[in-house]
């Protein structure tokens, strides 16, 4: 599975932390119809855009969520931060909070890349939303 490793100053994508239903798959793909052969995963790795990825499972999702949480709190607490700081403090908690609710029903965390050019990958995580199997918790654009 293709997964990044380094950090990326591409403004052509958008970053995702993602619920998942641990049984989450594509019923039927919306332009050819066939159907379950496809999981997000699998569609992530066939993808031909490298701006789209897998970025991390739900252990290091969440780290990475605390951490920045904690960087933008202490900034926030020795007032040092800024109207962005300030923003991002309160919706990382927002984040960090829904998918603790997440994790205690079921759920898998997940953080991802999708290419803004990438129809396919965007068609599918709608697909998966719109069927109840996916619950997008955040989006920022890269």
């Known amino acids: 599975m293709k997964k990044r490793?380094?950090?990326v100053s591409n403004s052509s994508s958008s970053s995702f932390v993602i619920a998942l239903k641990k049984e989450?798959?594509?019923?039927?793909?919306p332009h050819c119809g066939r159907g379950g052969?496809?999981?997000l995963f699998q569609i992530l790795e066939q993808s031909s855009d490298i701006d789209t990825q897998y970025f991390a499972?739900?252990?290091?999702t969440i780290k990475n969520l605390e951490d920045r949480y904690?960087?933008?709190r202490k900034?926030?607490?020795n007032k040092q931060a800024d109207h962005w700081d300030i923003e991002n403090y309160n919706k990382l908690e927002e984040v960090i909070e829904a998918a603790e609710i997440k994790i205690r029903y079921g759920w898998e965390i997940h953080s991802l890349e999708i290419s803004n050019h990438d129809y396919v990958a965007?068609?599918?995580l709608n697909s998966l939303e719109l069927s109840g199997d996916l619950e997008i918790l955040n989006e920022e654009y890269l």
């Open 5 to 7: 490793t380094g950090l």
């Open 24 to 29: 989450g798959r594509i019923e039927k793909c």
């Open 37 to 39: 052969e496809y999981s």
């Open 57 to 60: 499972g739900q252990e290091e």
């Open 70 to 72: 904690e960087k933008a």
């Open 75 to 77: 900034r926030v607490e």
């Open 122 to 124: 965007k068609e599918l």
